[in-house]
Structure formats: structure tokens, C-alpha cells
């Protein structure tokens, strides 16, 4: 991991196209600026965490759970 030192104020950039700033300081928490090209989707790690736990749930589904669940949609179609 590398590891920057940055004042309010000051950027970093991550390539040509990302720009980071960090926009201020108050206690233990850090508020950042990101200018990012349209394309580039950002995501925070809680929310990334989240859905690959759902994804590996999902996964981890058995043929029984399947066939319950076929059976409750057909009952209300």
C-alpha cells in the first residue's frame, strides 16, 4: 500500500483522469474530493463488501432453495 501524506487543499492524482482532494480534516474524519471521468463508477468499500457477501450467498443457493422459491412465484402469478 502506498502511503500519502496530504494537507487540506492538496490533490493526488491517480493517472491522468482521477483527481483526489482532500477537502478537510475534523477529528478522526476526512473529507475527500474525487474528479473522475463519466465512465469511472466509484463505489464505497462497506458497499462493495455488502454485495459480494450477497453474491456469495446467492451462490451458495441449493437446488431445494431454488424450487421453493419457483414454487412461491408460481403460486402468485
Known sequence: ?????????????????????????????????????????VYREEVVRRVEEENRRALSASNEDVMVAASLWNRTN
Open 1 to 41: 500500500m502506498l502511503i500519502l501524506s496530504r494537507r487540506a487543499g492538496e490533490s493526488l492524482y491517480l493517472g491522468e483522469d482521477i483527481r483526489i482532494t482532500v477537502l478537510g480534516i475534523q477529528g478522526r474524519q476526512v473529507r475527500i474530493g474525487l474528479e473522475v471521468p463519466g465512465d469511472v463508477t
